[in-house]
């Protein structure tokens, strides 16, 4: 078959030299895609440019990116392939930078562009303004494939993980989601309509979605 499999973070400039980003070292998509192309598929990787990972890159084709909007560009560029599934295990910034401005000890605030922000000369001021969150288009770019996305969830028990899992299957109209994370627990949970698989760890997981996706 033939998948995509996004992974690490994409980043967000506040200037040439500084950046908001996450921490995600594209490990575990790095890994589904070595795991799914180990068991015959043809697979697209498409690799944060800050994933940490130094492991193997088994992937057929490897494509990097870097901010949310290129991440969303090289997605929508394979809109046009026979996918069969998309694995949307990258961590996408939820925030991008709006207004940026200095503000004086006396308290006076001046909006500034610079390839190089200057320091010291009082607070920096910043917005962060939501990004467009690219699962909720990937219905859209792949109609007919088996659409997989993440849940991280840091605060609260293993049935609000849950809970938000299946909030994201019915808002981005995805078939499955791998919901992880404290809130969760150890290992993974594999939620679909239907049905909640806890799974141990990643070799589990794999194997898990690998079989769903043939189903």
């Not at 996450?22 to 575990?28: E, H």
């Not at 990258?90 to 610079?114: C, Y």
């Not at 917005?127 to 659409?147: D, G, H, M, N, Y």
Request: charged share 20%; aromatic share 8%.
């Amino acid at each position: 078959m033939n998948c995509i499999v996004t992974a690490g973070p994409t980043y967000e400039p506040l200037d040439d030299v500084r950046r908001l980003t996450n921490f995600s070292t594209g490990r575990l998509g790095t890994e589904l895609a070595n795991f799914l192309v180990a068991r015959g598929h043809q697979v697209t990787l498409l690799i944060s440019a800050q994933a940490t990972y130094g492991g193997e890159r088994g992937a057929q084709r490897v494509v990097g990116f870097t901010t949310t909007a290129d991440l969303r560009e090289r997605l929508q560029a394979l809109a046009a392939k026979n996918v069969n599934a998309v694995f949307h295990t990258a961590a996408v910034s939820d925030f991008r930078f709006g207004r940026i401005r200095l503000q004086s000890p006396h308290g006076k605030l001046t909006e500034i562009k610079s390839k190089k922000i200057p320091t010291g000369e009082g607070a920096l001021v910043v917005e962060l303004v939501p990004t467009q969150k690219i699962i909720t288009e990937l219905r859209a770019w792949f109609p007919s494939a088996k659409l997989v996305g993440w849940k991280f969830e840091a605060e609260g028990k293993r049935p609000d993980a849950i809970q938000a899992a299946e909030q994201q299957l019915l808002q981005c109209l995805t078939d499955a989601c791998v919901a992880n994370g404290p809130a969760y627990g150890e290992g993974f949970g594999l939620i679909t309509r239907s049905s909640h698989v806890p799974l141990a760890d990643p070799p589990k997981l794999f194997d898990a979605l690998e079989r769903w996706m043939q189903g």
